[in-house]
């Protein structure tokens, strides 16, 4: 039986879910706040939280920023006056000639498709820092996952103690009413015998309280350990949970920055990323080998970074990869979407460290409001914590 019970609780540990490690908990009904060293620990767990949050929303920001201007640019060359734009769509209708031409030059030397070249081809000069980031936010979720199944594992075990210790106890609790019930009852019996009998009943009244000294003793000194240790356990629980909550911001925010990564690169691995650079460069040097036909593309890339560049568009070389988006409404809307998207998804993070920040600064708050005597202290600690961390 034994062995069955390990094996069901193994088994239960491997159905969690990692779906829960995204909601922040906030369980206060085993932290003390009469106690100093729980209250001050619990209250920085919250701040720590924040703090987690906005350094995580400050990262996130730059690259929103940087989205939202390609937006902006794509809305500007869209608001054109009809000849300028003809004009734009004349030199990118040449550019997307000549670069057509240079691909057929190239023949059957392509390694990659058209798509996956100019899309690392944009991103050359950041995609060895996106494959080191990639590959660290992989390594990083292995071990943050490995933490959370054992922090959960840690969890469940103290859970499945307390269920146990508040099982003893009841029913230490019910046969300490049955030894009282049974002494009442033989006392009644004895002093039947003595009263109605005339018989001699010294020795059974001795026999009884001593049965049950002994009885309620035992009784109470198991139920005081366990409730000694119900304590430690639920002391245990909170801590766990506290520890929880931070590795959970992290796993968030390195799950979304993974996908963000992925998103943008294209991928779904490390693995594969790396593979396609290597194809992309042996690319790069195939097609350096007709800088012949590439230099009449060239001149017409030119053309069109100066032309676009007389207009409000903050990243004007963005437009030099994208010509066919100029000629083609589709494409101009299949990058709007990608970009939208990619937004979303940023905002998506912002919002979720928002959330969290916003949720712990309640959180303290509402402690501050139940606990009125250590409102002032809480407080302190909270702008202590602001200053330290500059902000």
Not at 127 to 141: F, N, P, R, T, V
Not at 224 to 253: F, M
Not at 304 to 314: A, N
Not at 324 to 345: F, G, N, P, S, Y
């Amino acid at each position: 039986m034994g062995f069955l019970a390990r094996l069901l609780r193994r088994t239960k540990y491997r159905d969690i879910v990692e779906e829960d490690w995204e909601n922040v908990v906030y369980d206060r009904k085993n932290v003390n706040f009469e106690n100093e060293e729980e209250r001050r620990r619990y209250v920085s767990g919250c701040l720590e939280q924040i703090d987690e949050a906005n350094r995580e929303k400050n990262l996130l920001t730059g690259e929103y920023s940087l989205i939202t201007s390609y937006l902006a640019d794509m809305e500007e060359i869209e608001a054109l006056p009809r000849e300028e734009r003809e004009t734009l769509n004349n030199i990118a209708g040449r550019l997307v000639t000549l670069e057509k031409e240079s691909q057929r030059y190239q023949g059957g030397k392509q390694n990659m498709s058209e798509t996956d070249f100019y899309r690392l081809r944009e991103q050359e000069d950041e995609i060895q820092e996106g494959i080191s980031k990639l590959g660290e936010c992989e390594e990083y979720a292995e071990k943050v996952r490995a933490d959370l199944q054992r922090l959960d594992r840690e969890r469940h075990a103290y859970e499945y103690r307390r269920q146990e210790l508040e099982n003893i106890m009841n029913n230490l609790r019910g046969m300490t009413v049955i030894f009282l019930t049974a002494f009442a009852l033989c006392m009644i019996m004895l002093v039947v015998l003595q009263f109605v009998f005339d018989m001699n009943a010294r020795a059974g009244y001795l026999v009884a309280v001593a049965a049950v000294a002994v009885a309620v003793t035992v009784s109470w000194v198991k139920y005081t350990d366990g409730e000694r240790e119900l304590h430690r356990v639920e002391l245990a629980v909170n801590k766990l949970i506290q520890l929880q909550n931070k590795v959970k911001i992290r796993y968030v925010n390195n799950k979304n920055l993974t996908d963000y990564l992925y998103m943008k690169y294209g991928t779904d691995s490390v693995a594969a990323l790396e593979k396609l650079w290597k194809r992309y460069q042996k690319e790069k040097e195939a097609r350096r080998q007709y800088a012949e036909a590439e230099a009449k593309a060239e001149y017409c890339r030119r053309q069109l970074l100066e032309k676009i560049s007389r207009y409000r568009v903050v990243s004007p070389e963005r437009w030099v990869g994208q010509a066919a988006a100029l000629l083609d409404k589709r494409e101009m809307v299949e990058m709007r979407h990608d970009l939208i998207l990619r937004r979303q998804t940023l905002r998506k993070q912002m919002d979720y460290n928002n959330n969290i920040a916003e949720t712990a600064m309640q959180e303290i708050l509402d402690i501050a409001n139940q606990y009125p005597a250590y409102a002032s202290e809480i407080m302190e600690t909270v702008q202590q914590y602001r200053q330290d961390n500059g902000y």
